[in-house]
Every structure is written in C-alpha cells, then in structure tokens.
C-alpha cells in the first residue's frame, strides 16, 4: 500500500514516519517543501504537482502546515488552503481516493476560564488566522469531495506532545527536569484541557490504514482518552520524573487579581485556561487503545530516554 505525507518533516510527521516505517507492506511517499533525498521516496512539492512522482497513491496524509496565530504575507493563506486546493485538484492524477487532512480544535475557538466541551456540532468560532484559514480549508475540502472519487477524513486536534515537541509545554518541562519552582493554579479553580499524544496519533492512522471503509467525509475531534488541567500534568510530570520541583499554587484570590491586568490575564488563560473537546464520536469509531494523558506522558518519557 503507498501511503503519501506532507510534513513529514515536522513533529507530527516525524514520530509518524517513524511509526509507519515499522508496519509491513507499507511504501511511505515523504513529500516536503525542501526534499534532501534522505528517504528513498522522498519528494518536493514541486514533484508532486508535476507529476514526477511515478507511484499511485492509495491514501494521502496531508500535515504540512504553517503553525502560528497571525497572518504574515499570506503565509497561513498558501501554506493552508492554497496548498491543500492544489493537493486536491491532483489527486485523481495518482489514482488517490483517500485524503486525511489535520485541522484544529482551535476552529471552535480559545481557551477560557469557562468550562465548556465542544463536539463537531459546535458551532465554529474561530479567533486567529490560523484557525480561520483551516476552516476556510476544512469547508474547501467538503465542497470538493461532493463532485470527486475522494473521500475524506478532518481531524481536529488539540495541544499535541511526544518525542521533539518544541513548544511552551516542553520549555515548562524542562524547568521541572531541572527542579525549579513553578506556578500551578490550587484545584479549586483548576480548569481542563484535552491533550493529544503522537502515539495516539499514530495508532489512528494505522487504524485508517487497515479499515478504509472509514473514510466516509466525517469530522472528527481526537485527543487523549481523558481532558486533564495543566497542574495535573505537571504534578504527574514531577511525579514521573521524581524532580524536586517547588509547586508554587496561585489561589482563587490570586487569580481572580490577575484578571484585573489585561497582559496577565491573556498569559493565565491561554497556559491555564479551560479547552476541552468531546471525542466520543473518536471512541465510537476507534478499535485500536488509546491513551490517557499520564500513559501518553509515559511514552513521551520513554522515547525521551
């Protein structure tokens, strides 16, 4: 089976990479911006759409994609929705019917101090270009597929962590690493997020790949088995690695002074705020076993070993 990804460059794509190169009878087509012919099927984009990939495809991964919040030059523009449009316009090209595109949970907006759960009923309210644009991609895709051989899924994805995430939360794990003191909100007013651990990615994709009959143009959320706080995560990362770490807790009284300053307040919700999705619809569909958030921080330790 030729399985093609884009971005398999970036974090994602390469922990699933990685993955999929241990699954038999699989011939993974890489393809990138920038292609150094490091692997054997290794392509440019450029390749891609000029046809000099000689290789049908059986199902395109398509990851590649800018990761920032506000629009500079177009960028979130053609890196989003004008690639993605051009990756559809050829997929007949190469006898592909299968397309897995990777949004956001963004798309329903931001973290708050308000406990809500969005599914993939809820209405979209995205905030930053970022989430805009994969929106925009996300309604291109169910568009085309009404008059094409394609069928689809779009994954909407929250925080994701694992093995060479370069991100907030790998900067306040390496303080932990180090044993130095940090700020954790007292339980009373601990708020949830949900999480997404590349293993439990991966363990999807390979569910797409042996169960095609998924791919039936369906939305879906995914995340960790559970929605967990971010002190939770913390505390069970200090745990984990038996650093000796001061918890610092900011208490009610504390946190509600810091909504009195606009530059604090924006910082606590975005690192503390509430942001949960509802992945029943992913549990219903899924026959692999996902992770909770504590075993996908145990795998994120023992890759890091």
Do not use: W
């Not at 940090?182 to 999480?195: E, G, N, Q």
């Not at 009195?260 to 705020?273: A, T």
């Amino acid at each position: 089976m030729n399985i093609a990804i884009t971005g398999s460059n970036g974090f994602i794509g390469k922990n699933l990479v990685t993955f999929l190169s241990g699954v038999k009878d699989l011939n993974l087509i890489l393809i990138n911006r920038n292609s150094d012919k490091n692997f054997s099927h290794e392509y440019s984009f450029e390749d891609l759409f000029n046809h000099n990939i000689d290789i049908d495809i059986d199902i395109f991964i398509h990851l590649a994609s800018p990761n920032f919040d506000n629009e500079k030059n177009e960028e979130l523009k053609n890196g989003i929705y004008n690639l993605t449009k051009k990756i559809l316009d050829i997929l007949k090209d190469y006898n592909c019917e299968k397309f897995i595109f990777f949004s956001t949970a963004k798309v329903y907006g931001e973290a708050s101090i308000k406990s809500i759960s969005y599914d993939e009923n809820s209405l979209p309210s995205p905030k930053t270009d970022y989430a805009k644009i994969k929106l925009e991609t996300e309604n291109l895709i169910l568009k085309r597929s009404e008059n094409s051989r394609h069928s689809f899924i779009i994954y909407r994805l929250p925080f994701v962590y694992g093995s060479g995430m370069n991100s907030n939360l790998s900067k306040i794990f390496k303080i932990i690493e180090k044993s130095f003191p940090i700020l954790i909100l007292d339980r009373s007013i601990d708020m949830k997020k949900s999480f997404l651990s590349v293993s439990n990615i991966n363990e999807i994709i390979r569910m797409n790949i042996e169960n095609k009959n998924l791919f039936s143009n369906m939305i879906i959320n995914i995340s960790d088995t559970d929605s967990v706080s971010l002190s939770d995560i913390l505390k069970s990362y200090k745990f984990k690695l038996n650093s000796k770490s001061i918890f610092i807790k900011i208490n009610r009284t504390t946190f509600k002074l810091f909504q009195y300053i606009p530059f604090f307040n924006k910082l606590m919700i975005k690192i503390y705020g509430s942001f949960e999705i509802d992945n029943s619809k992913m549990k219903t569909l899924s026959s692999c076993k996902l992770l909770s958030s504590s075993e996908g921080l145990d795998e994120y330790l023992k890759n890091k070993i």
